[in-house]
């Protein structure tokens, strides 16, 4: 099973930046891989912020997230990110890093991400 592992997270000042990492805990990402970064803000939904395809690096955004939020992969590093510009106190929350593989989606733990206004 893949476990995905989210490291990154921590205070930040608004108007700061912050990359997030996800790797696969005892493992590697492959293939077709569909990694995802999600966030879910205090008394709020998850949301899906981008997700990228692990072998051609295919990316999509929210329409909401694009702009401020850029999602990668570095192939030899095993690793996904996600780089966020511009945080203010409203993009407070706890992120997290999904993979699915085949038909199976897995989620990490997260990583909280404050924002001091």
Known sequence: QVQPVESGGG???AGGSLTLSCSVSGGTF???????WYRQAPGKER????????????????DSMRGRFTIYRNYHENRAFLHMNGLQFEDTAIYYCSVQRE?????GQGTRVPVSS
Do not use: F, K, N, P
């Open 103 to 107: 038909s199976v989606v897995s989620w």
């Open 11 to 13: 205070l930040v000042q």
């Open 47 to 62: 949301e899906v912020i981008a997700t990228i395809t692990w072998d051609d690096g295919s990316r999509h955004y929210t």
């Open 30 to 36: 492959v293939g077709d891989d569909m990694v995802a």
